[in-house]
């Protein structure tokens, strides 16, 4: 068994612009260099082998101000958010809504959230082959969170989508998931 705990990447520039930024690599904002360092001191005293993250620079960036010198971390482009293709770094009021309606048709020019999925899935079976009985951490996004909901916790898209924290604004230090 591998022991996932997921963390989202600190609040960006372009959030406080209510801007989805999908594949756009933004930076994050002085709150989200904020948050990642209080991150860091509400994990105090918590233990992992490896720490993952995505490649995007908002996702580096929070893992480097929360984890850096402590843990091992490692950048893996599966663990991006998901491609909105011609939407990358759009408005959130045009592109939320159509998050729900791209499960398998794929944004123009992007990714679909199953795509999202199959990367995760790939992404799991590395875990698996390479960290079976550890611990990891996870820095990332929405969608491949969602996309853990979906593989490790067996619920659907549309229950992932719908009871995903961010509707509600419950945030917390870290998501718990176990890949068996």
Known sequence: MVK????VHGTTKDNEKEISSGWFDAELSELGKQQSIELKKLL???RFDIVFCSDLTRAVDSA???FDGIFPIVEDARLRECNYGIYNAQASSIVEPMQEQ???TPFPEGESYEDVKKRMGDFLKYLKQNYDGKHVAIVAHKAPQLALDVLLKN?????A????WR????????WEYELN
């Open 167 to 174: 509707k509600r604004k419950a945030w917390q230090p870290g």
């Open 155 to 159: 619920k659907t898209w549309e229950e």
């Open 44 to 46: 105090d005293g918590k």
């Open 64 to 66: 480097h101000i929360t």
């Open 102 to 104: 791209s499960i398998t």
């Open 161 to 164: 989508f719908t009871e995903d």
């Open 4 to 7: 996932i705990t997921y963390f």
